[in-house]
């Protein structure tokens, strides 16, 4: 039914958003250790910072559903600006950033979008599994949900194993890790 449909979307949601944050994931390390030239203290205070906004969900949560922008439900428009934002973003990191200072206030604002973009999505879950008197329905998706992410995230590594073959030097790459992250 309708209820179902709708599971399949936000599955569909949570596969591209693993995909889309892995994919990048992947070209961030050899991106900062090869043209920034982060030293590994640097790089340890780097993802420590980055990964804040993940801790601040529950206020993006009460954001989206209590501020709307332009629509009945404020999450959709919120999710479109969070997924433009990240993705202004990866480009900017990919061909605007030379500097540390930089690094860290880019990946930080993308950090924002992507865990506000990915706490909307979770809400918007669990409003379907409310929808569900059966506990049987609720772990189906909760099962359905996880699966996309995985499915996602492992899509992303198996796209790196073709653009990172092993038999090649970094200089004989598909493409540069500024490419991947744009």
Known sequence: GRGMAQAMVLCALFFINAL??????NANYPF?????????????????FIFLPNFFKPIYAWVADHTKIC???GRKAYLLICCLGASILYGVLAYVVHSVAMVFIVSFLRIVF??????IIDLQYIDNIRRYKSLRSASLMQ????????AGTITAY????????????ADEA???PRHIIA
């Not at 099962?143 to 995985?150: I, L, V």
């Open 20 to 25: 889309t944050e892995t994919l990048p994931l």
């Open 32 to 48: 900062l250790l090869t043209d920034l030239k982060l030293s590994a203290s640097v790089l340890n205070d780097y993802y420590g």
């Open 71 to 73: 629509c009945k439900s």
């Open 114 to 119: 992507e865990s506000m973009s990915e706490m």
């Open 143 to 150: 099962s359905m949900a996880q699966f996309s992410r995985s």
């Open 158 to 169: 198996l796209i790196c194993l073709g653009i990172y073959p092993c038999h090649k030097s």
């Open 174 to 176: 598909l493409m540069t």
